[in-house]
DNA sequence: AAGGCGGGGGC
DNA sequence: GCCCCAGCCTT
């Protein structure tokens, strides 16, 4: 039997149910495969519901402010997806009539769509004959066939790519790609698969060469960079609010909120902190400071940032001059998209 | 071609 | 600590 007919032979009896297979509405396919993007279905699932409830077309989606989304979208990660998404949705109403399209080479279009999406939401939900190519596909595809080049470098994407289209069973595309995903996801897992029980394991190039752990080849990360946050946390006691600024483009967490912050690269004594320009400017020479939690590590992929929270009082009245921050009621803090450094630190301190 | 972009989970 | 996850965008 094919490659191809093995693997969607083992699909049938070991998918999951998941809601995103019980349609062919591109707008719901189009939700699930952004949430899915680099996240687990695990944790994507609660977003999924809470995304089709909250917005259960494309009309309620572009119609939402992006801050609304990012809202729900938090915690979640990736937030340029949540932006691109909104783009995409404006654009689908603008130039497709508010019917979300089918092919290929209009999805590639959109917003937040590239190859993998695009073939996903074209194959899922109109049968076209696209493959996918996904971490699931590169590593079945390595293993099975025995590919040593790199997955993630030019040239291995155009053979992995290849190969992908030589291997899509183009009768049945949508069961195909399904397949070969699910596949990589329970049975060719990255660690430890348990290649006893596989139906291809005596074709199997990397389990019959002992490079079940060796394949797929990846060229190494980056290594992370350190930096250090100081949130500043103002309270307005009369008014009942908190002082705000919302991060700008080119860094982490863009159009999300925090708190007003120094960043350094490296730590600082809360002596030093009170003696740089920074402070001085930010809140006046007699300001004073309390420190609300120790440095608190948080880890992304690619940097690693250390959160000191600290209390400010007796700021000077002519600081703030350049809108550093706005004061926002407590009680509307919660409608606000903040990083997970911030919303835990709300939480942790009962100040929401 | 390479770097940037979250957060969680497995080992 | 390192790797991976239904990747995409920018430079």
């Known amino acids: 039997m094919s490659f191809s007919q ?42 999924f519901y809470r995304f089709v409830e909250q917005y259960p077309n494309i009309a309620t989606f572009a119609a939402a402010e992006e801050g609304e989304i990012l809202r729900l979208w938090q915690g979640l990660g990736y937030y340029s997806r949540a932006r691109n998404m909104h783009k995409a949705a404006k654009m689908v109403m603008d130039n497709h009539d508010g019917i979300f399209p089918t ?18 939401i074209a194959s ?15 590593r079945v595809l390595s293993r099975y066939f025995g590919i040593e080049e790199a997955i993630n470098t030019p040239k291995g994407k155009k053979l992995f790519y290849e190969l ?64 250090y946050f100081y949130y500043f946390v103002i309270m307005d006691e009369k008014s009942g609010s908190i002082a705000i600024r919302k991060r700008g483009p080119k860094d982490i967490w863009e159009n999300m909120y925090e708190f007003p912050l120094i960043e350094q690269a490296a730590p600082l004594s809360i002596s030093e902190l009170k003696n740089t320009k920074e402070f001085n400017e930010l809140f006046g020479r007699g300001a004073e400071l309390h420190i609300i939690s120790t440095p608190k590590k ?54 929401q």
């Open 6 to 47: 093995e693997i969607i032979n083992w699909y049938h009896p070991n998918k999951r149910d998941l809601p995103w297979r019980h349609t062919t509405d591109p707008y719901i396919i189009w939700l699930s495969e952004i949430i899915l993007q680099q996240t687990r279905v695990e944790q994507g699932l609660p977003y």
């Open 103 to 120: 092919t290929y080479d209009s999805l590639i279009k959109l917003n937040g769509i590239g190859g993998y999406t695009a073939a996903a």
């Open 124 to 138: 899922f939900s109109a049968n076209e004959a696209k493959p996918v190519l996904d971490g699931n596909v590169f």
């Open 164 to 227: 992908a289209l030589e291997m899509l069973d183009k009768e049945q595309p949508a069961i195909y790609n399904q397949s070969i995903m699910e596949f990589g996801a329970l049975q060719c897992k990255p660690q430890n698969p348990d290649c006893q029980i596989c139906p291809l394991r005596t074709s199997c190039y990397a389990k019959q060469t002992n490079k079940v752990n060796s394949l797929p080849v990846k060229i190494k990360g980056r290594i992370s960079k350190d930096r």
């Open 298 to 351: 948080h880890i992304l992929s690619h940097q690693n940032i250390y959160a000191t929270f600290l209390e400010v009082s007796k700021i000077s009245k002519d600081s703030n001059k350049k809108g550093e921050w706005d004061y926002v009621l407590l009680k509307d803090l919660d409608t606000l998209a903040k990083p997970k450094l911030i919303f835990a630190f709300l939480r942790d301190y009962n100040l």
